[in-house]
């Protein structure tokens, strides 16, 4: 990288790391709660639906919070098991009912309905969705000094929903990850302190890798896999050295501007 494109990459994500950031992002949904057990919950829900249009996938997000406010806000809504009589509200069969109906995209009712059984599992097993991570995590180290953090909680689930495979990017829980993990900042919110930022990976969108590519920080050929994520999140240390994920507002500022 030439001295001109790391002062260009600085500026970037000086630009578009800003609060109004907030307004159209799926990242507005990290502050729709203020206490943590609701902030994970919500967080890791509203990543994972987070793909396509923006204008389709938000209010899609947004219903399902409201929803769960209805009844006590997302933790206890998942943990009490509400979400099983009245997230199904289409359903023509009436309550605890299958629905194969779709809910966004290709995902269904009932594959929303498994996610949450699984989240469910994991806020029994421990007090909070964090904690249980947490644990693992530390665990696992304790066997792969190398382990990421993104694949302990992709390995975690068995839902669809979840991205899943060894060669995966993982972007839906990388950015996850970006939210719960990267302090100091006016859009991410910080409270996974346990876990190092600048182990991160940066959620490898379209538009990141297209401006990866056009920036020559990547090959041409580069794919959006695991390989290309850690690539260039090793690059972006050289820049960032504690924090590479960064530079995930340059690229991916840099890319929807342009697009809009």
């Known amino acids: 990288m030439t001295e001109e494109l790391i002062a260009e990459l600085k500026l970037l994500a000086d630009r578009y790391e800003k609060k109004d950031f907030l307004n159209d992002d799926p990242s507005q949904f990290i502050r729709w709660y203020s206490d943590e057990k609701d902030i994970e919950v919500a967080s890791f829900i509203a990543a994972l639906l987070s793909f ?26 998942i943990k009490r098991g509400t979400y099983k009589n009245n997230f199904n ?13 779709k809910y966004y995209r290709f995902y269904s009712y009932d594959d929303l309905i498994f996610l949450f059984d699984e989240i469910n599992g994991i806020l029994h097993n421990e007090a909070t969705f964090g904690f249980f991570f947490q644990k693992k995590y530390l665990e696992e180290k ?26 995966s990017a993982n972007k839906r829980i990388n950015m996850f990850l970006r939210w719960m993990v990267r302090t100091d900042s006016p859009v991410d919110i910080g409270i996974w302190d346990w876990y190092d930022k600048k182990n991160l990976l940066i959620p490898l969108d379209v538009h990141v890798i297209n401006e ?12 959006a ?28 500022g840099l890319g929807i501007n342009d697009k809009m």
């Open 225 to 252: 896999n695991k390989r290309t994520a850690i690539e260039l999140s090793k690059l972006l240390m050289k820049i960032w050295p504690s924090d590479p994920c960064k530079g995930d507002f340059a690229l991916f």
């Open 212 to 223: 990866a590519k056009r920036m020559g920080l990547i090959s041409e050929k580069g794919k």
């Open 52 to 77: 396509g249009s923006r204008s389709q996938f938000i209010p899609k997000i947004k219903q399902i919070l409201l929803i769960a406010d209805k009844n006590d806000g997302i933790y206890n809504w």
């Open 89 to 101: 509200t289409l359903s023509v069969t009436g309550q605890n009912e299958s629905n194969s109906k």
């Open 142 to 167: 304790k066997l792969n000094e190398n382990i990421l953090l993104s694949d302990i909680i992709s390995n975690s689930f068995k839902s669809k929903i979840v991205p899943h495979g060894k060669d």
